[in-house]
C-alpha cells in the first residue's frame, strides 16, 4: 500500500510540519543539538503511529485489498474530465484499512443489523462494515454518483457480504426522504458526504427517526485535519464542521465522543430516553413501562445473564439446540448426557461461543446419577434456575412386539427419570425460591406426526399426563425426530 500520501489527518499535518521543521534545524548551526533530538523524537512518534495502527489491525479480506487497490490505482481526474462524475473525487476519499475496521468492530459491538451510510465512494467502508453484519443484515449506502455504483458492484458481487449492499444514487437528502416514506429504520448511521450538509443530515435522521433507540451514529472526518479546532481556520469544509460538533455538543438528545482516529470519528448515541431533559419536555408517565423495569427494555430483561441451566440429552438433536439458546441468552449451562463424548464436544462448541458450560455424565434413569448431576451443578455454580428435562427415549418398535423390558426401559428415561430430575432439581428450587422447569415432550402425544405405532403414542400421552398430574409440568415443548 505504498501510494504518495497528501497530510489528510491532523497527524499527517503534524508528520509534515516536523518533516519540515527538522530539514530547517539540520540546516541551521544556531539550533541546539537538544532541540534537534527533541524534534526527531516527536517525528518519531508521530510518523510512526499510523504505521503502527495499521500493522497491528487485523488484516483485511482479499475483497477489500482488491477494492482499495483498484480505488487507489484508479485515474479519477481523467473519470472527471470525462464528465464520468459530477465532482472531482480525490482518492485519498477512501475509507482505509484501520477505519475500515474500527467501522466493522462498531457494528459488531453495536449488534447493528440495519446500516446507513451516506457518502460511499467506491464502497471501502460500506464492505468493511457488511463483513461485520450478520448473514441477514443490510446496509443502504447514498451515494451521488451512478459512476461510483458501477465501479463497486463487480466487488460487491464478488464478496460474500456484498449481497447486503444496496446502493441508492442521487442526493442523499432525496434517498432519506425515501426511506422515511417507506418506515425504514437503521441501527447505525455512517455520516461521510458532502461536509455542509452534515447537520442537515444529522437533523433529518434524528427528526425523523430513523435511528432506532438504542443506534448509533458514526460521522466520518470530524477532526478534519485539525482545522475544527485551529483558530486561523477560513476553509468551508473546517468551519462546518466545527459548526457541527459545537451542534452535536450542545444537542441534549444525544452524547458525543469524537475519537481522533486517522481524520477523527465521532460515536453519537441518543441519551437514555429517562433523561430529565427529555422528560420535562413533554407530558410523560415517568414509571416503569416508560423507563423499562430497572431501565432495561424488554428483550434485554429476557436475557438468562447470571442465569444457571442444565439439558438433560443435551449431548444432540433438540437437546443441544437448547444449550446453545440457553447459552447465548447468558445462561452457564451443564450439558448432561449419557454419551460423555457428545456432551464434551457440545461444551466445546459452547466455549467457542464464549459460554460457560461443563459436561456431565448421567443416566437419568438413575436416581444415584441424577442426584450427582443436581449436587455437581449445586457444587460448581451455586444454584440451578432452569432445568431442561430433554433426555428421552424412542425405540420406535410395533406396538404389538413390544416387550414388557422396552416399555419399563422407555418409562424408566421418559417419565420415571424426567419425575426423578424435577423432584431433584425441585427440591434445590424450592430452597432458592425460583427456578423454571421446562419438561420436553413430543408432539406425537397430540398429533401422529410420523408413522409411529399406536402402543408408542399412548407411552407417549401417558408421559404427559401423568406429568401434568404430578404438579411438576411447567411447558410441554414439542420434541423434534
Ligand atoms: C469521503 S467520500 C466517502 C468515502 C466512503 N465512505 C468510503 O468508505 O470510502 C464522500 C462521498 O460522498 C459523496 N457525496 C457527496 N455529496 C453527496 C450527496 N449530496 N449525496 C450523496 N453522496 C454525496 C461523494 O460522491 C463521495 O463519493
Request: charged residues 25%.
Amino acid at each position: 500500500m505504498l501510494h504518495e500520501k497528501v497530510p489528510d489527518t491532523p497527524v499527517e499535518v503534524i508528520v509534515d510540519l516536523l518533516t519540515k521543521a527538522k530539514g530547517i534545524a539540520a540546516t541551521c548551526a544556531a539550533v541546539p543539538e537538544e532541540l534537534k533530538t527533541h524534534l526527531k523524537k516527536a517525528l518519531d512518534i508521530a510518523s510512526g503511529l499510523d504505521d503502527y495502527l495499521e500493522k497491528m489491525t487485523t488484516k483485511e479480506s482479499e475483497h477489500l485489498a482488491e477494492l482499495y487497490e483498484k480505488t487507489v490505482s484508479h485515474d479519477w481526474d481523467q473519470v472527471f474530465k470525462e464528465g464520468k462524475t459530477k465532482f472531482q473525487l480525490p482518492k485519498e476519499c477512501i475509507t482505509g484499512h484501520v477505519e475500515g475496521q474500527a467501522l466493522k468492530m462498531l457494528i459488531h459491538m453495536s449488534h447493528a443489523r440495519r446500516v446507513l451510510e451516506i457518502g460511499m465512494f467506491t464502497g471501502y467502508g460500506a464492505l468493511s462494515m457488511a463483513e461485520g453484519l450478520p448473514d441477514d443484515g443490510c446496509l443502504v449506502a447514498c451515494e451521488l454518483e451512478p459512476y461510483l455504483k458501477e465501479f463497486a458492484q463487480p466487488i460487491f458481487d464478488k464478496s460474500p457480504h456484498g449481497k447486503k449492499i444496496t446502493v441508492k444514487t442521487g442526493p442523499a437528502m432525496d434517498t432519506l426522504k425515501e426511506l422515511v416514506a417507506a418506515g425504514d429504520q437503521f441501527d447505525m448511521v455512517f455520516i461521510d458526504a458532502d461536509k455542509s450538509n452534515y447537520i442537515n443530515y444529522y437533523n433529518f435522521i434524528m427528526d425523523n427517526n430513523l435511528l432506532t433507540l438504542q443506534g448509533v451514529i458514526c460521522v466520518d472526518n470530524s477532526l478534519f485535519k485539525a482545522k475544527v479546532y485551529l483558530k486561523d481556520t477560513t476553509d468551508s469544509n473546517g468551519l462546518a464542521l466545527r459548526e457541527f460538533n459545537q451542534f452535536i455538543a450542545n444537542d441534549p438528545r444525544v452524547e458525543q465522543v469524537i475519537v481522533p482516529l486517522r481524520d477523527g470519528i465521532s460515536l453519537i448515541r441518543r441519551v437514555s430516553v429517562a433523561s430529565t431533559h427529555l422528560l420535562s419536555q413533554a407530558n410523560i408517565t415517568d414509571d416503569e413501562v416508560f423507563r423499562g423495569v430497572q431501565g432495561r427494555s424488554i428483550l434485554n430483561r429476557m436475557r438468562l445473564d447470571g442465569k444457571v441451566a442444565y439439558v438433560t440429552g443435551g449431548g444432540q438433536g433438540i437437546g443441544r439446540g437448547f444449550a446453545h439458546a440457553l447459552g447465548e441468552a447468558g445462561a452457564k449451562v451443564a450439558v448432561v448426557d449419557m454419551d460423555r463424548t457428545k456432551a464434551q464436544a457440545v461444551v466445546k462448541e459452547l466455549f467457542l461461543k464464549g459460554v460457560h458450560a461443563i459436561p456431565i455424565k448421567a443416566d437419568i434413569s438413575k436416581s444415584d446419577d441424577v442426584q450427582r448431576m443436581v449436587d455437581t451443578i449445586v457444587s460448581k455454580w451455586g444454584a440451578i434456575h432452569i432445568a431442561c428435562n430433554n433426555a428421552g427415549i424412542n425405540k420406535n418398535s410395533a406396538s404389538e412386539d413390544t416387550s414388557l423390558e422396552e416399555w419399563d426401559q422407555t418409562f424408566n428415561v421418559n417419565l420415571r427419570g424426567t419425575f426423578m430430575c424435577c423432584q431433584a432439581a425441585g427440591r434445590v428450587m424450592l430452597k432458592q425460591g425460583y427456578g423454571k422447569i421446562i419438561n420436553t415432550a413430543s408432539m406425537a402425544s397430540l398429533i401422529e406426526n410420523h408413522s409411529e405405532r399406536h402402543y408408542l403414542q399412548m407411552e407417549k400421552r401417558g408421559t404427559v399426563l401423568n406429568l401434568l398430574k404430578s404438579g411438576w409440568y411447567t411447558k410441554i415443548t414439542p420434541r423434534q425426530h
